[in-house]
């Protein structure tokens, strides 16, 4: 296959390509810190994660510079792992990578359920916006844990430190999502029970009526 083949077949699972950095960068989290590799891989897929996600969204040029300005912190909190504090460089690196991940997820959403007969890249698609979902509540959670540093709970039983990291937002918030729950982390303020239910209450609806719905679409289009 020539080198334009290879580009119109990546270019063909853009969300496929989305979703497998996604994954990577969860499964890449806990070896962030222990190794020194585990640090380099996990830098170089959410480098990775952040510009795909951009290129998969396939953003109109008049948006394209928004998105890549919003990418940069986006890509600083992706793969810097920083504590909770309560600094305005903080605070505003959080709602800038927020907003990358809304106005990614608005796009990649059009485009999804834009289509007219899912196809196995849509369901992939359908797949990142519930991965991204995820990461930006993460964002959320860290923005609340800036202002109120008693919002959520470390059992000091089941966490080897006290102040909530990145992942472990993150770990909560799919946690939250999928309604398994996070085993060490509690949400104590009433702002934080607020949210955490409201993306409870999100995660399942998207997978019992979104996913459910393209799921269908596609069988439907298989059959025919």
Known sequence: MNHAGQFAVLTGHRFFLLFVFLLATLVLYPYAEATHLGYIAFRVIGSFAIL?????????????????????????????????DASALATLNLVLSFCFDAVIIVVIFRHVFDAVRPTSETIFGAVCIYLLVGFSFASVYGMLGTFQHNAFYLDPRLNLHTIPNRFDYVYYSFGTMTALGAAGINAITPQARSISIVEAILGILYLAVLIARLMGGYRTNMAA
């Open 52 to 84: 795909i996600s951009v290129y998969a969204a396939n953003i109109r040029r008049s948006l394209l510079v928004v998105a890549v300005a919003l990418a940069i912190p986006a890509l600083i909190q992706r793969i810097a792992l920083p504590r909770a």
